[in-house]
């Protein structure tokens, strides 16, 4: 499903007031590199203790603060799932055929089994596969397109209509290139060119290993198709536009759009009945409709099989899964091995029976009360971001008005959903191929959201699981969403005091908040409904403002000759300038109510005003690869953690106060050039 969501590796929790002797800072000296000047390199000086004791190892491309997190979460959750698949494959009859726990038992079983997959071969996926050589007419493409699980031009999914918030509706959105970024297809650097070589190579290989003949041609067909596709998908700047991307007609007008499918057909195979839905990206489902009348029907089936063996890669032999991890890990990402088997396990069951999985982790791992606790500070959060709106000199009134009861008109979301899933119809058979229990549960999903489709929202739907480590904000619903999984250090601490925590959690609540103000949630309003809230004098000075925030972006260097997206990561900037902004205004109000003596305090050598930076840097704590540098660039609407810190920080004034940044400091941005938005 493509969803309109901000998400951001998140924490949350009330804090304490650091008046408390007993409290600790919170800021751990290991991780500092006192040998660098804070005033010059920021991160480096927060951050490079963290970065020598935490080496990339040959699994990952990049590790963080927050992949530390999650990956002491993931074991918790293995912890559960590992006790559940041991008692399946032990006690069986004690395990009644059908509960959670034969699901889960046996997913996590079958996902362990290689064995038994390098056995199986490629049988799985050939009943698939033969569907599509048995196409023998273009006039078949339409219901076949419409009963696909495994290969498609383009992308259909049910969610808010983004004009009439309280509804659903059919959503389209386009797909059809495995690379994923149309950049891939079209840049002429020498890196991409290099990337593209790597591909043709991989997926030659890929047709080989499934007894496909001509594969070299097969490849090149590959290249070609996808290529067409990708030129005529729009870029990531592109699909950042809310406007652009929604394109609500009826299925009359879109057949006279798209008159080379029969979507009347199309949609009856899917098996939904609709009058209306909203065409995600024109040019692009165009140009697919144009493919499916003129290139060779067999060069279209052998696009659509190569599509249904990309997906089905990870889920088959031992020697598909690597030929797969050589280009997407080592070529593109520079990782050196897969990731250990349990952990690709605990995925498949967290992706298939997430929900079912989380209602054990928060029984374990979440407190009852941390809920209302982490209530309380998002309310502390909001009203400073409610002062920050009102002290707005930039903003008219009017707006000031429209921007506060949209803040407080925000859902909250803590820890875990009210009301769990429903995975009774969910059938998982360990007779039958892990590839099929994959496809039942692919089903599962796809008849899961198109449920949905003409009926109201489900206001308490969730789009994260509980055990994630991550948070989000959806515009649509004008809802931020914390799950249990994100609730431990470096994101909160309970022991450590004020400074601290709301460097930290503070931070992300307030970047989550901002979310709905940035230059993408500011086009929805407190429903969720893409209406214009602004005066024309108001955008047009928010404009000007988030155009020094883009601009300052471009002008980073993240590899040799390779900048920063400024446009791209644009939403994700504004946000953690704003959530800096917020919550240093929270932590200075909570700070003025104590006594002159305790606002200035230090301890561990720094001030609490000194603290709150070194918390939030010590969030984007990280080692990356020079590959996945690369390929974050193109793909991730997130700056990457150096410049979380040392992009965002100098536009930040308590920054400059806190550490006494002066002019010599090659970090300095003087106060007339600095962001101001919210």
């Known amino acids: 499903m493509k969803k309109i969501l901000f998400p951001l590796v998140l924490l949350t929790l009330m804090t304490t007031a650091c008046t408390n002797p007993q409290q600790t800072t919170g800021i751990h000296p290991e991780n500092l590199d006192t040998t660098v000047v804070p005033q010059y390199d920021f991160y480096q000086f927060a951050c490079g203790g963290w970065m020598a ?54 997913m996590y079983n079958l996902a362990m089994d290689t064995a038994r997959r ?188 190569w599509q249904v063996i990309e997906g089905a890669a990870s889920y088959l032999t031992t020697e598909i899964y690597m030929t797969s991890f050589d280009f997407y890990g080592r070529v593109l990402s520079g990782t050196e091995e897969p990731r250990p088997l349990w952990k690709r396990a605990v995925g498949i069951v967290n992706g298939t029976l997430g929900e079912a999985v989380g209602q054990m982790y928060v029984a374990k791992y979440f407190p009852e009360e941390n809920k209302a606790r982490m209530l309380a500070l998002v309310k502390n959060l909001q009203k400073a971001l409610g002062i920050r709106i009102e002290n707005l000199a930039w903003m008219s009134r009017e707006t000031k008005d429209k921007a506060l009861e949209k803040l407080n008109a925000m859902t909250i979301k803590i820890g875990y959903p009210d009301e769990w899933r429903d995975y009774s119809k969910l059938e998982i058979n360990a007779e039958n191929t892990y590839y099929a229990n994959l496809q039942r549960a692919a089903k599962f999903e796809q008849d899961y959201s198109l449920s949905y489709l003409g009926k109201p929202v489900d206001k308490k739907k969730w789009y994260m699981t509980p055990q994630t480590v991550n948070a989000y904000y959806n515009p649509s619903s004008n809802e931020i969403c914390f799950p249990a999984g994100i609730l431990q250090y470096p994101f909160f601490d309970m022991s450590a005091d004020d400074a601290f925590n709301y460097g930290a959690i503070g931070v992300v609540i307030g970047h989550e908040m901002t979310h709905g103000f940035d230059d993408q949630g500011c086009q929805f309003d407190k429903d969720g409904n893409m209406i214009n809230w602004w005066t024309a004098e108001d955008k047009a000075a928010f404009d000007a403002r988030t155009k020094v925030m883009e601009e300052a972006f471009n002008k980073i260097e993240v590899a040799p000759g390779v900048h920063a997206n400024g446009a791209f990561t644009l939403g994700e900037n504004i946000a953690d300038h704003g959530g800096l902004q917020v919550s240093y205004l929270a932590f200075t109000l909570n700070e003025e109510a104590k006594a002159e003596k305790d606002r200035l305090q230090e301890r561990d050598g720094f001030t609490p005003q000194q603290r709150f930076f070194l918390a939030y840097a010590n969030v984007w704590a990280g080692n990356i690869r020079p590959e996945e540098i690369l390929q974050r660039t193109k793909s991730d609407p997130h700056s990457l953690g150096r410049w979380r810190v040392n992009g965002a920080l100098p536009q930040i004034n308590a920054w400059y106060e806190a550490w006494n940044v002066t002019e010599e400091s090659p970090m300095y941005i003087a106060p007339e050039n600095r962001v101001s938005i919210w």
């Not at 002491?72 to 494959?89: M, T, Y």
């Not at 870029?235 to 057949?255: A, F, G, H, T």
């Not at 029907?297 to 659509?304: G, S």
Request: charged share 25%.
């Open 53 to 106: 004791n935490n080496p990339l190892t040959p699994e990952y491309s990049r590790f963080g603060s927050f992949d530390k997190l999650g990956l002491q979460n993931l074991e918790q959750v293995n912890g559960l799932i590992q006790e559940i698949a041991d008692k399946v494959k032990g006690e069986r009859l004690k395990v009644k055929d059908g509960s959670i726990e034969q699901k889960i038992g046996d």
């Open 118 to 305: 390098d056995a199986e071969g490629i049988a799985p996926v050939q009943p698939t596969l033969a569907e599509i050589a048995a196409i023998e007419s273009r006039e078949q493409l339409s219901v076949a397109l419409g009963k696909a699980m495994d290969y498609s031009l383009w992308a259909m999914y049910v969610d808010a209509d983004a004009m009439n918030s309280s509804m659903n509706i059919m959503n389209e959105y386009q797909a059809g290139f495995s690379l994923g970024e149309k950049e891939y297809y079209i840049d002429e650097d020498e890196h991409t060119r290099s990337i593209r070589a790597a591909y043709v190579a991989y997926v030659e290989k890929m047709f080989d290993l499934f007894g496909f003949d001509h594969v070299a041609e097969r490849a090149q067909t590959v290249l070609r198709m996808e290529t067409r596709l990708a030129k005529a998908a729009y870029s990531n700047v592109e699909l950042r536009d809310p406007q652009r991307n929604y394109n609500k007609m009826s299925i009359d007008e879109l057949q006279a759009l798209v008159p080379q499918v029969d979507w009347k057909a199309y949609f009856a195979a899917l098996g939904v009945e609709l009058d209306s839905l909203s065409i995600g990206q024109i040019p692009h489902l165009q140009e697919a409709g144009k493919m499916l009348a003129d290139e060779p029907l067999d060069d279209l089936k052998t696009l659509f099989s």
